[in-house]
C-alpha cells in the first residue's frame, strides 16, 4: 500500500508562498495609488484610495462593513459612511465602482445595489468619484472637475468638517444634517444636528424635540455658546432666497479638525495631537446639564442647581410616566371656552419663539386672544401679547432677581388649589380670594411632600445619558464585588463588566451622610463629557445603597506610577502629557462649564490614567459649583493634606485658584517623582517644596528631574513645567495662573518667567522647625 502523500509546509514551498502571500493580503490594506475611482476601477476587500495630500483614505471600514471615509494618519475614525445601516456581509466579495448610468454604486456578493449616489441623470462620459484633501467625496465629469453631480458633504452622516455646510436647500426642501451613530456600531442613532433660523441646535429623534439650543448668531458669536467659536472654529452663516446654511472653518487647521455629534448627544469639536498620537476634544455641547431643557417632557421643567436636577410639573398638572420617560398633564380636562382658567406660573418661560403675536392692547385681551381659541394652551403679556399652541416642551425656570421676565398663564380646566389664578370674566374674583387662600396650605403640603420624596428617592430622575442600575444588576456585573480596584475614605471601587464586554468601575460609597454628599456631588457632574475628566455611565441609589458606575482605566491613578515602586516608571514624553492633559481637564471644569466648577482635593489618587496614559480628573466628592462673579464662598475646609491652598487655612474667600495651587504641588511631583509633603534630611532643605521653589528660582532645572529618568527629558519642556509649578502655588492667589493660562504655558503658546519665591516658603526658610506645621497641612 503506498503511503498517504506528505502536504506538510516544509516539504512545499510554493504552498508555503501562496499561504503567505494570501495571508498578506487579508491583514494589510492595499492602497491604490490614486485618489480616485473611474468606471475601469473598482474598490473592494482590503483595497483603498487616498486623497491626493494624503490626509483622507476610503474604503472599506475596518469595524464594520461599510464603505467609509477616515482620517489617514490618525485614529482612522470614520468622518462619513456610505452604506450606513446596511452593511455587506462579505468586503472581499462587494465592489464600489462607476455604473453604466454614471453614479457610483455599492454592489454586494449578490451583486445587489447596497447603496448609491443616487443621481437621477449624469451627462458624461468619463464621470469620477474622486477623494479630495478636505475629506469630501466628489462625482464629478473627469474632463472638467467645475461639473460636480454628487458630493459627500451634501450627505453628512456624524461629522462636519470644515469647509462643508449645515443646513436647509430652499428650493429641495432638503435638510442638511448630523446623525448621531449608534453607541455600538456607527448606523444612525438618535440624536441630531441642525439648524433652526440662524442658530445650531441638537434634536432627540425619537421624538423629533429641540432639546439644546446654541442661540442667535451675531456675526461674531452664539448668544448662548459664545465658546463655540474659538480659534480652532471659525463659524459663518449665509442666507439667501435657496439656502439657509452654516459653514465654518478652521484656521489652526492640520487637516483633522471636525465637529461631532456623540451617540450620547453632545457636540464635540475634535482635533489631533501629532505629539500625543490622540484625539484632543476642544469643547463640548452642551457644557451643563442645566441647559438642556427638554428632558422633562411636555409642560415639565427641572430645577436645576448647583447639586440636584429634577423634574417637576407646574401646579395644576400631575407627572404621568409613558414607555421610558414621562410628562406632565394637566389634572383637569380642558373645557374650551370661559370655563377654562389661566394658572399664572412664576419664573417660567417658554423657551422658543410664540406660535403666534396678536396685536393687542391688554392683558385681559391677551388672555380672551388665547380663551376664544381651544388649541391655545398657554400665554404671556408684557410689551405684547404670545400665546401658545398644543404640547410645547421648552419650559425653562428663571431667575426672578434682576430678570425681566413676561407673566406666563398656562390653561387648565379648573380653578386647582395652589399658584396664582387668571380667570375668565366669570366669576375671576372668588377664584383669586379662594385660590390665594388654598395656595398657602398647599405650598406648605408640596414643600413637605417634595422633600419626604426626596429623601426616599433620592435622584431618580438624571437628565442626559446616566443610565439607572440597580443595585442587583450591579452585583452581577460586578461578580458579587469580588474583584477590587481601590479602597478609600469613601468606600471601595470594584471591577466590573457590561454584557458588551466593556470593563467599568463601581464605586460604592460608604458612611451615611458624607456617601449621600458625596453621590449627590458626583452625579450632578455625571453629564460633564470631556477627554480628561472621567465620564460617569451611570449610577444605582436604593435607599441607603449608593454606587457610581465609571469608565474602567486600565493604568490605575497616577499615584501608583510616581510613587509605588512596583509600577513601571514614566518616561518624561508621559509625564508631560499627564501634567498637560490634567490642566486641559481642569481649564475645562474652571472656564468651558456654564458655572465654574472647582474641584477642591486635586492629588495624584484622583487623576486616573486610561490605556494610552491619557490622565482623566476624577473623584468630584468635594467638587463645588459657583457662579461667574464668585459671590459663593467656600467656608468648609476640603481637600488632602499636602494640596491644601493657604487661603484654606487663613479662611479667604475661596475660587478656583485653590485648585491651581493643588496642580502646582501635583507638578512638582510629577516631575521629581517625590511626595510633596516629603522632609528632606540631606542638608539642602527640609521641606521639598521649598528645595524645588528655591532651584527653580536659580534656574537649575535638571537636578529637580526624577532621577529615575537619567536626566532624559525635553529641557525646554522642563523649564516650562518647573517654572509653571512655582507660579502656582504662590500664596497670593491673584498671582497664580489661571487653568487655562497654564494650558497655554504648557502648550509653548505663552512664555513664562521666573517665579519669586513663595512667601511661606521663606518663612519655612527663615524658620526651619516650622517645616511639620507647613507639611501638616
Known amino acids: 500500500m503506498a503511503a498517504p502523500r506528505d502536504l506538510r509546509l516544509h516539504s512545499n514551498p510554493l504552498l508555503l508562498l501562496l499561504l503567505l502571500f494570501l495571508f498578506i493580503c487579508h491583514n494589510s490594506r492595499i492602497s491604490v495609488a490614486v485618489d480616485f475611482i473611474s468606471r475601469n476601477q473598482t474598490i473592494s476587500g482590503d483595497q483603498t484610495i487616498i486623497s491626493e495630500g494624503g490626509k483622507f483614505e476610503l474604503g472599506f471600514y475596518s469595524q464594520g462593513n461599510f464603505i467609509a471615509v477616515w482620517y489617514k494618519n490618525t485614529d482612522g475614525t470614520p468622518v462619513w459612511v456610505a452604506n450606513r445601516g446596511n452593511p455587506v456581509k462579505f468586503t472581499v466579495l462587494s465592489e464600489l465602482k462607476i455604473s453604466d448610468d454614471g453614479n457610483l454604486v455599492l454592489f454586494d456578493q449578490l451583486n445587489s445595489q447596497i447603496w448609491s449616489t443616487g443621481v437621477p441623470f449624469i451627462n458624461s462620459s468619463s464621470p469620477v468619484a474622486v477623494l479630495l484633501d478636505s475629506g469630501n467625496l466628489v462625482l464629478r465629469d473627469g474632463s472638467d472637475p467645475n461639473r460636480v453631480f454628487w458630493q459627500s458633504c451634501d450627505h453628512p452622516t456624524d461629522t462636519w468638517l470644515p469647509g462643508c455646510y449645515l443646513g436647509l436647500n430652499k428650493a429641495t426642501g432638503e435638510n442638511r444634517r448630523l446623525v448621531s451613530n449608534k453607541k455600538y456600531d456607527i448606523s444612525p442613532g438618535g440624536y441630531s444636528l441642525e439648524i433652526d433660523s440662524n442658530q445650531i441646535v441638537l434634536k432627540w429623534l425619537p421624538l423629533g424635540r429641540q432639546y439644546w439650543a446654541s442661540g442667535r448668531f451675531d456675526g461674531q458669536n452664539f448668544s448662548s455658546a459664545p465658546e463655540m467659536m ?58 451643563n446639564h442645566c441647559d438642556v431643557y427638554v428632558s ?23 407627572r404621568k410616566l409613558y414607555p421610558s420617560a414621562s410628562y406632565c398633564e394637566r389634572k383637569e380636562t380642558l373645557q374650551c371656552g370661559t370655563k377654562d ?31 376664544s381659541n381651544c388649541s391655545c394652551t398657554a400665554y404671556s403679556y408684557g410689551r405684547s401679547c404670545s400665546v401658545w399652541f398644543g404640547e410645547y416642551w421648552e419650559l425653562q425656570e428663571v431667575s426672578s432677581n434682576g ?7 398656562l390653561r387648565i380646566g379648573v380653578p386647582q388649589s395652589g399658584g396664582l389664578f387668571r380667570s375668565s370674566k366669570i366669576g375671576g374674583s372668588l377664584w383669586v380670594v379662594l385660590g390665594g387662600t388654598a395656595s398657602s396650605i398647599a405650598f406648605c403640603l408640596v414643600i413637605y411632600l417634595l422633600m419626604r420624596r426626596r429623601r426616599r428617592h433620592d435622584m431618580k430622575m438624571v437628565g442626559g445619558t ?13 461578580r458579587n464585588f469580588s474583584e477590587v ?7 471601595s471601587v470594584f471591577r466590573g463588566t457590561l454584557p458588551d464586554s466593556t470593563s467599568i468601575a463601581v464605586k460604592k460609597l460608604e458612611g451615611n451622610l458624607q456617601g449621600e454628599k458625596q453621590f449627590r456631588s458626583e ?35 497616577l499615584e501608583n506610577h510616581l510613587f509605588r515602586s512596583s509600577s513601571k516608571v514614566l518616561d518624561w514624553k508621559t509625564r508631560y502629557q499627564i501634567a498637560l492633559g490634567t490642566a486641559r481637564g481642569l481649564c475645562y471644569l474652571h472656564e468651558k462649564c456654564r458655572d465654574c466648577i472647582i474641584h477642591c482635593d486635586i492629588k495624584p489618587e484622583n487623576i486616573l490614567l486610561d490605556a494610552s496614559y491619557v490622565p482623566k480628573v476624577a473623584d468630584f466628592g468635594l467638587a463645588k459649583h459657583v457662579g461667574r462673579d464668585f459671590n459663593d464662598v467656600l467656608t468648609t475646609m476640603r481637600g488632602t493634606i499636602g494640596y491644601l491652598a493657604p487661603e484654606w487655612i487663613s479662611g479667604s474667600s475661596i475660587t478656583a485658584k485653590a485648585d491651581t495651587y493643588s496642580y502646582g504641588m501635583v507638578l512638582l511631583e510629577i516631575i521629581s517623582g517625590r511626595r510633596n509633603t516629603e522632609v528632606l534630611r540631606e542638608n539642602e532643605a527640609y521641606y521639598f517644596p521649598l528645595l524645588a521653589c528655591s532651584k ?5 532645572f535638571l537636578s529637580l528631574l526624577d532621577h529615575r529618568l537619567g536626566a532624559d527629558a525635553n529641557l525646554e519642556e522642563l523649564d516650562r513645567a518647573c517654572k509653571v509649578a512655582c507660579w502656582c502655588i504662590q500664596d497670593d492667589e491673584k498671582c497664580r495662573p489661571s487653568m487655562g493660562q497654564v494650558v497655554h504655558i504648557l502648550e509653548g503658546v505663552v512664555e513664562v518667567d521666573t517665579p519669586p519665591m513663595p512667601r511661606f516658603l521663606q518663612l519655612i526658610a527663615e524658620n526651619p522647625e516650622s517645616v511639620v506645621y507647613f507639611s501638616g497641612l
Open 466 to 478: 446616566l443610565r439607572t442600575y440597580s443595585y442587583s444588576e450591579l452585583k452581577q456585573l460586578t
Open 341 to 371: 382658567r389661566f394658572l399664572l406660573t412664576p419664573n417660567l418661560v417658554v423657551v422658543g419663539n410664540p406660535d403666534r403675536s396678536p396685536l393687542v392692547g391688554s392683558a385681559e385681551d391677551c388672555e380672551l386672544a388665547c380663551l
Open 485 to 491: 480596584l481601590g479602597s478609600g475614605g469613601f468606600g
Open 230 to 287: 474659538s480659534t480652532r472654529c471659525r463659524f459663518g452663516y449665509v442666507s439667501n432666497e435657496t439656502m439657509n446654511y452654516f459653514t465654518y472653518a478652521s484656521p489652526q487647521d492640520d487637516g483633522t479638525s471636525r465637529i461631532t455629534v456623540t451617540d450620547s448627544g453632545m457636540i464635540q469639536q475634535v482635533g489631533w495631537d501629532k505629539d500625543k498620537q490622540q484625539q484632543t476634544v476642544y469643547s463640548v455641547e452642551p457644557a
Open 523 to 557: 452625579v450632578s457632574l455625571g453629564l460633564i463629557q470631556h477627554v480628561n475628566v472621567i465620564r460617569l455611565h451611570g449610577f444605582c441609589s436604593e435607599n441607603a445603597k449608593k454606587l457610581l458606575v465609571y469608565e474602567f482605566m486600565p493604568k490605575g491613578s
Open 403 to 409: 430678570t425681566n421676565v413676561d407673566s406666563l398663564y
Open 696 to 700: 527653580v528660582v536659580k534656574g537649575d
Open 296 to 318: 422633562c417632557g411636555p409642560f415639565g421643567f427641572s430645577m436645576c442647581n448647583e447639586m440636584d436636577w429634577a423634574c417637576n410639573c407646574p401646579e395644576g398638572f400631575k
